[in-house]
């Protein structure tokens, strides 16, 4: 099993930067796709990023693409999201998951395990 905590989000002006951190928990962490998404008031959870256990394999999703990056550190069991050239309509919660190695999966239902999420507010 797996727990997830994500950080780093906050208030920021358009056209900054901000990175989220996920921390989990249990020893079998580097065996999973991590993945990003986020849901903004009124929308569906959305699907942003994920990378493969190695870490040699990330998926982006066009939505974010040239402004988003993913990248995981598996001795210190943390996946980050670096966020460039924010935008108002980036404002959301964002959470980080877990799911099989088997492949990176855009669908939130093929992800096992979720953080509480972490609000990213960004102003015009």
């Known amino acids: 099993q797996v727990q997830l905590v994500e950080s780093g989000g906050g208030l920021v002006q358009a056209g900054g930067s901000l990175r989220l951190s996920c921390a989990a928990s249990?020893?079998?962490?580097?065996?999973?796709?991590m993945g990003w998404f986020r849901q903004a008031p009124g929308k569906e959870r959305e699907f942003l990023a994920a990378?493969?256990?190695?870490?040699?394999?990330?998926y982006i999703a066009d939505s974010v693409k040239g402004r988003f990056t993913i990248s995981r550190e598996n001795a210190k069991n943390t996946v980050y999201l670096q966020m460039d050239s924010l935008k108002p309509e980036d404002t959301a919660v964002y959470y980080c998951?877990?799911?099989?190695?088997?492949?990176?999966?855009?669908?939130?239902?093929?992800?096992?395990?979720w953080g509480q999420g972490t609000q990213v507010t960004v102003s015009s």
């Open positions: 990378i493969r256990w190695r870490g040699s394999s990330t």
């Open positions: 998951a877990a799911g099989p190695s088997l492949s990176i999966f855009t669908t939130a239902s093929r992800y096992d395990y």
């Open positions: 249990g020893r079998t962490f580097s065996t999973y796709t």
